[in-house]
């Protein structure tokens, strides 16, 4: 399987820089419980355990010993489990074993890659699946042994953001 990768390197320079040299200020919504996307972009943040209802609220990500995100609004502060920024598959049909990594969403095991679903909820466990793609990242997700296929609305790849100082 390969997948084509793109550049964070672009997106952390449009960042703006906060006092703390780890810290990058963004502007956040909740997409789904512990998922929470960066406003003007296809990057996803994972959390543990929080429930903020953010929309378009600015926000800090703290990157330090145990990465957390700080809302600005009432600086309430939650763990990142990942973080995920779109990525390209070249079109065509996968085999891929397949975990529910969150509502909504599906880990290609082993792989750093999720696909964001548009109403899969199946409590799947490293299951052979089926990834039809097409161009522009979608497709359909077929997962035999739970009897579930849905439209896939999005790849994307594990992403490490670095600040980039001069």
Do not use: H
């Not at 672009?10 to 963004?26: K, Q, S, T, W, Y």
């Not at 998922?35 to 429930?51: A, H, K, P």
């Amino acid at each position: 399987m390969r997948f084509l990768a793109i550049s964070m390197v672009g997106f952390l320079m449009l960042l703006p820089f906060v006092a703390n040299a780890e810290d990058i200020e963004v502007m956040v919504t909740r997409e789904a419980a512990d998922v929470y996307r960066v406003v003007g972009d296809d990057l996803f943040i994972f959390t543990e355990y929080c429930f903020e209802m953010s929309d378009s609220e600015k926000a800090i990500l703290r990157f330090e010993e145990a990465d957390k995100i700080i809302f600005s609004t009432n600086n309430d502060t939650c763990g990142i489990k990942n973080i995920y920024g779109e990525t390209s598959m070249n079109p065509g049909q996968y085999t891929v074993n397949v975990s529910r990594y969150e509502a909504g969403w599906y880990s290609v095991v082993g792989k750093g890659v999720v696909f964001k679903t548009d109403g899969c909820y199946s409590l799947v466990e490293n299951v052979t699946a089926k990834a039809l793609i097409s161009e522009g990242n979608k497709g359909t997700l077929f997962m035999p042994s739970a009897e579930e296929e849905c439209g896939i609305e999005g790849t994307f790849v594990e992403t490490e953001l670095k600040l980039v100082t001069e």
